[in-house]
């Protein structure tokens, strides 16, 4: 078998198991790479086609739509997934022509589609022929030249207007991997210095005091400041939590959304002295993650598995700070988990909402009278952010919006978008970060 046709196999196995399957990519890789065994170089190959034709595939869909001359997706998943794959080395990843056809062919009759190996080899040549005529029938709309689903694409231009393109274009970008600094054992500036003398290229982030952002991409786990507990992966916007929380010593905190840790930690190393933090989480497995970071760090907190709407967990107790780092679309997080693109619909957007103001309601009785909490969410669509926060503020009169006050804190931020009256906004293609809300509520004192 000719070099590189294991990694298409695995990487287009991923992408049918995301866009058939609804799998998320980090389960699909993980699945096809155990389907059989790879080299390592060989699995950072697959993962990176796979990352990049679902980054790419909304703009190649309808390359392909025009190549099959019908629907696309009236074929097996599989062969839609090794076309992906083929035209996403054609048109993005440099790799020579010639090898890129001849190993996705032989890719196809690993994956079981010999009898379209023909198909497969004659549509990646047709696109090397007629390239700029099938891509302009592509990007003759905003979703289609800037690969996104229509929906998503439509509703960003409804919510952010001409600021849509930008937020899109920086959806399809390679993510920089951005560290938080564990201020307890070093600073950022300490940090950085460490791995500049590695020969690491980095960068210091001047709203988020703790965070060190390096754009080449590695597995952190090869970092030694990683594993000595120095510092976390966090993105920068996710590094503005404990700042607009507004959390000083001998205060009782609830991490309500807490796994796997990264806040609780970023917490316990910004504010020593708390009084007691709960990291609460629904999902067991994920809890053991906040258990894992917390012992990495050399942190404490108690981490507890519960379901945060109902009224037996945490009962009687009562918290000076409470971070709402909701469940949601992940719609802020797309460069780093392509495959949003694919597994998200826009149903799916009622019911996440409600669960937030389920979970938005059911903590405010945890929160002191002049305490606290902060309502974060990864998303940037509005029904999950101030669309959340507004029904809140209608329906709690003791419910009052302090974000402006408290992102004070942020000195050096670049205007965030002001999402509603009462949030703010990151918006991925501003500040170099992920996509995040936060809405700090404080409960009036009567
Ligand atoms: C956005 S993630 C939290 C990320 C985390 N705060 C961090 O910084 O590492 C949302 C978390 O909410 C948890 N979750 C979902 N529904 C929940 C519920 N009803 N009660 C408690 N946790 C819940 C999920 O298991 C998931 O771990």
Known sequence: MSEGVDSRAAAARAVAAVIGAGQTLGTALGAARGARALAPGDRAHAQALAFGALRFGHRLKHVLAQLLGRPWDQHAPELQAVLLVGLYQLEYSGTPPHAAVSTTVEAARALGQGRAAGLVNACLRRFQRERQTLLAGADGTLAGRLSHPEWFTEALVREQGEGAASLLAANNEHPPLALRANVLKTSASALA????????????????????????????????????????????????????????????????????????????????????????????????????????????????????????????????????????????????????????????????????????????????????????????????????????????????????SASLELAGLPAPKAAGAAGIALLPGIAGTDGFYYACLERRIR
């Open 193 to 404: 210095d460490r791995l500049e003398a590695a020969g690491e290229a980095v960068r210091l982030v001047p709203f988020a005091p703790a965070a060190v952002v390096l754009d080449r991409p590695l597995d952190v786990r090869e970092l030694a400041e990683f594993r000595e507990g120095l510092c976390s992966v966090q993105d920068a916007a996710a590094q503005l939590a404990v700042p607009l929380l507004g959390v000083r010593a001998g205060m009782r905190v609830l991490d309500a959304c807490a796994a796997p840790g990264g806040k609780t930690c970023h917490l316990l190393e910004a504010v020593p002295g708390l009084a007691e933090l709960v990291a609460l989480d629904v999902d067991a497995a994920r809890a053991e993650r906040i258990v894992e970071n917390l012992s990495r760090l050399g942190l404490e907190a108690r981490v507890e598995v519960g379901d945060a709407t109902d009224p037996a967990v945490l009962a009687g107790e009562s918290f000076d700070r409470i971070l709402l780092d909701a469940p949601c679309s992940g719609s802020g997080v797309i460069r780093r988990h392509p495959d949003i693109k694919w597994l998200r619909r826009p149903s799916d957007l009622a019911p996440l909402a409600a669960r937030q103001r389920l979970m938005l309601a059911s903590l405010w009785g945890h929160l002191t009278p002049g305490g606290r909490l902060l309502y974060a969410t990864c998303s940037v669509l509005e029904a999950e952010c101030g669309g959340v926060i507004d029904a809140f503020l209608r329906e709690t009169p003791e419910a009052v919006a302090v974000t402006e």
